[in-house]
């Protein structure tokens, strides 16, 4: 299934039906006065939260939506029929913005939930609803109201609690592999993973948590550069961050620097989100020289961080990091 967190779509909603003019014309009863009924409602267009949805795919190919409009009312008081509502299901996490003001109009955040993107006009009263002492035959009615249309920017961001980030073959996709159900497709080349991944992480009985494995970023990726700013986005909803640095690498310090400006460039929010470092790759490197270079990235971070080394190919270190990552959730949760 492909991954699509981005769509823009054009919503119309349906006019409303219009009041009806009529006088009850009966054998015994020839002056019977008003009866026109009142027009129906427009149909709207409204977002639909749906667990069992994990991607926009299905908007990408479908971007008009025109709910139905409202019909006219009729004599003998007879009221038109509504128009028919056009429900558009989305994943949980989706927003919908107005694409020409920019305009926040809602965001789907748990299943079940609905987001009105442009209302149905309303039927008009038909002559009956103007009755009066002063006024016993009416010979007006009301226009159904105009309706609504929109170009709107639906946008998915993961609603996952732990985020990995890292520089592409850094170990992400190999680790949510090893430690969840999640199947992403692992390389030795740059950008293998091309969308996001979902894993759900199991702690002990009935404890878990879901962790996204955003595709790797590189410097001056809040400015475009490389498939980063496509992704960064997703890194907002989660609690905690995980940043996965090969012991490969040959200045650990530095790319932990450039990871978090990055993260911090594109929104100065995630500078307080908690952190971690996971050392992958520890299989490559003899345990002396792993205790070395941990103690040298230590001593070289300018504010401590917590450091797990893992192997997620030698399942080495992957409980102490589910222990660890679950513990720091549990904070975050209970502010």
């Known amino acids: 299934m492909k991954f699509v967190d981005y769509v823009t779509i054009l919503v119309r909603s349906g006019k409303g039906g219009g009041g009806c003019v009529s006088f009850r014309r009966e054998k015994y009863n020839p002056h019977g006065g008003p009866d026109g009924g009142d027009g129906g409602k427009g149909g709207s267009v409204i977002l639909h939260g749906d667990k069992q949805l994990y991607t926009l795919l299905d908007l990408r190919y479908n971007r008009h939506h025109f709910a139905g409009p409202g019909k006219s009312g009729g004599s003998r008081d007879m009221t038109g029929a509504d128009g028919d ?63 609504e249309e ?6 998915l961001k993961l609603l996952a609690d732990v985020g990995l980030v890292g520089f592409p073959n850094a170990g992400k996709s190999t680790l949510i592999s090893a430690i969840s159900a ?3 497709k692992v390389a030795d080349y740059p950008f293998t993973t091309l969308v996001p991944n979902l894993g759900v992480v199991q702690v002990a009985n009935y404890q878990s948590f879901v962790m996204a494995d955003i595709p790797g970023i590189i410097e001056g990726a809040h400015k475009g550069k490389g498939l980063g ?5 997703h890194i907002e909803r989660n609690a905690v961050l995980l ?13 932990y620097q450039v990871l978090k400006k990055e993260l911090e460039a594109f929104n100065e ?17 003899p345990p002396e020289d792993l205790e070395v270079l941990v103690q040298l990235i230590e001593d070289g971070m ?16 992957l409980d102490r990091l589910r222990n660890t990552l679950w513990e720091r959730l549990e904070k975050e949760r209970a502010r």
């Open 85 to 147: 509502d056009i429900i558009l299901r989305v994943p949980i996490g989706t927003i919908a913005k107005d694409r020409d003001t920019n305009e926040v109009l809602g965001e789907v955040g748990e299943h079940g939930q609905e987001v009105v993107l442009v209302k149905g006009g309303r039927g008009g009263k038909g002559n009956a609803f103007f009755k009066s002492s002063v006024r016993q035959a009416p010979k007006f009615s009301q226009p159904g109201e105009d309706n």
């Open 150 to 155: 929109r170009n709107i920017i639906l946008e």
């Open 182 to 184: 999640a199947k992403p």
């Open 229 to 233: 700013i496509q992704f960064l986005k």
């Open 243 to 255: 940043f996965v640095i090969p012991v490969t690498d040959p200045d650990p310090i530095g790319s």
């Open 269 to 285: 929010r995630l500078a307080s989100k908690p952190r971690i470092i996971a050392l992958s790759k520890i299989d490559l490197m």
């Open 302 to 317: 300018e504010e401590p961080v917590e450091m797990l080394p893992i192997s997620s190919v030698a399942q080495m270190g």
